[in-house]
């Protein structure tokens, strides 16, 4: 049974910085990538960032420029999504996800599995 955890948000004022982490349990396949998405109040999912669990490739969305990273740690079945440069338009509940696919897509209803999401609020 796959599990994914999310953790980390809160209020932050513009400007500040938040870590979300996701915890997974139950992933198996070489080609696993973890996603972040988030959703804004009243707006569709949209993707934010993604990672390989084997090799480590990143993918980030258009909007992030550079603000975000995205890491895993294999030991402790953890991904992070470090963000940096708040702004009021970050605020949105995010999500983790995974996919089990060989090929990287930003679309979120090709992700099979979702985390229960973690509000993030970003305050001008």
């Known amino acids: 049974q796959v599990q994914l955890v999310e953790s980390g948000g809160g209020l932050v004022q513009a400007g500040g910085s938040l870590r979300l982490s996701c915890v997974a349990s139950g992933l198996t396949g070489s080609t696993i990538i973890m996603g972040w998405f988030r959703q804004p109040p009243g707006k569709e999912r949209e993707f934010v960032a993604g990672i390989r669990w084997s090799g480590g490739a990143t993918y980030f969305g258009d909007f992030v420029e550079g603000r975000f990273s995205i890491t895993k740690d294999n030991l402790k079945n953890t991904v992070y999504l470090q963000m940096m440069s708040l702004k009021p338009e970050d605020t949105a509940v995010y999500y983790c996800?995974?996919?089990?696919?060989?090929?990287?897509?930003?679309?979120?209803?090709?992700?099979?599995?979702w985390g229960q999401g973690t509000q993030v609020t970003v305050s001008p």
């Open positions: 996800a995974a996919d089990d696919g060989v090929v990287f897509t930003k679309f979120p209803y090709e992700y099979e599995y």
